[in-house]
Antibody, heavy 120, light 110 residues
Framework: QVQLQESGPGLVKPSETLALICAVSGGSIRNTDWWSWVRQPPGKGLEWIGEISHSGRTNYNPSLRSRVTISVDKSKNQVSLKLTSVTAADTAVYYC?????????????WGQGTLVTVSS | EIVLTQSPGTLSLSPGERVTLSCRASQSVSGSYIAWYQHKPGQAPRVLIYDASRRATGIPDRFSGSGSGTDFTLTISRLEPEDFAVYYCQLYGNSPPLFTFGPGTRVDIK
């Protein structure tokens, strides 16, 4: 059973960089999977941030592309997210999720999410 | 960019009722790219349906998905107490690669 666990600072100051890690357990990062970050601002819906493949190929939401970097460390079974120049609008629960590309374009495993608040 | 709309925004229903949730895309899409999720407060979203009509592993058969083109539907044949949640449809677009979620439908207990 694949498990995902997000971790990182719960409070980030405006204009600084948000950095989160998603630890993957119960299986290795396979070359058939892509790994995404999805966020949910308080009281709002889900927003896809971007994704990365086993080999490091990335795709980003155009609305966030200029500020986002997603990376993968296969040796540690981790996926990372960095979001620069944050504002209060970036306050959200951040989830990592797996897209099992071999069977479709959806997310079958999700982390529990981590709340990041942007405030001085 | 393709936009997803979901209707209604909120439903108030009783256990045992049948519910049909709608997801409409702003242009025709392949059903292969449509999924549905259930999301409860404090929990991770859970995939119910992918490829518009395939039930995900472990999902009860009271959940079903259908549709094509611009109109997709999630049906819960008989609401159980644990089904009260927010439901999102999701689309994958490949030009550029982009996942999009609908705004969600909240199913509340009446």
């Amino acid at each position: 059973q694949v498990q995902l666990q997000e971790s990182g600072p719960g409070l980030v100051k405006p204009s600084e960089t948000l950095a989160l890690i998603c630890a993957v357990s119960g299986g290795s990062i396979r070359n058939t999977d892509w790994w995404s970050w999805v966020r949910q601002p308080p009281g709002k819906g889900l927003e896809w941030i971007g994704e990365i493949s086993h080999s490091g190929r990335t795709n980003y939401n155009p609305s966030l592309r200029s500020r986002v970097t997603i990376s993968v460390d296969k040796s540690k079974n981790q996926v990372s997210l960095k979001l620069t120049s944050v504002t209060a609008a970036d306050t959200a629960v951040y989830y990592c999720a797996r897209n099992p590309l071999s069977s479709g374009w959806y997310f079958d495993y999700w982390g529990q999410g981590t709340l990041v608040t942007v405030s001085s | 960019e393709i936009v997803l709309t979901q209707s209604p925004g909120t439903l108030s229903l009783s256990p045992g009722e049948r519910v049909t949730l709608s997801c409409r895309a702003s242009q025709s899409v392949s059903g292969s790219y449509i999924a549905w999720y259930q999301h409860k407060p404090g929990q991770a979203p859970r995939v119910l349906i992918y490829d518009a009509s395939r039930r995900a592993t472990g999902i009860p058969d009271r959940f079903s998905g259908s549709g094509s083109g611009t109109d997709f539907t999630l049906t819960i044949s008989r609401l159980e107490p644990e089904d009260f949640a927010v439901y999102y449809c999701q689309l994958y677009g490949n030009s550029p690669p982009l996942f999009t979620f609908g705004p969600g439908t909240r199913v509340d207990i009446k």
